[in-house]
């Protein structure tokens, strides 16, 4: 196996269309004891210093998932 090259595997096929997500499935909330906010989807936690960025950052690993965020923020 000299010289061979082995590449990652995709997650996600290239062309596949994504899933789009419904905004209960996503869940912002206050971390407490700090200044910032966490959003949780799919097994997914991310954090910001706003509901918004939280809520931008799962982007990410949804989308190597194969979903797509929804467009409006769930409430906090």
């Known amino acids: 196996m000299q010289g061979t090259v082995t590449s ?3 997650s996600q096929p290239m062309g ?3 899933t789009p997500l419904r905004p209960e499935d996503v869940t912002i909330f206050k971390v407490q004891n700090r200044r910032s906010y966490a ?3 799919l097994g997914n936690l991310c ?3 706003t509901p918004q960025q ?3 950052r799962l982007l990410h690993p949804l989308r ?3 979903f797509a965020l929804p467009d409006s923020l ?3």
């Open 8 to 10: 990652r595997k995709r």
């Open 39 to 41: 959003a949780i989807c």
């Open 47 to 49: 954090e910001g210093n």
């Open 74 to 76: 769930p409430r906090v």
């Open 54 to 56: 939280a809520f931008q």
């Open 64 to 66: 190597r998932m194969g």
């Open 16 to 18: 596949v269309p994504l």
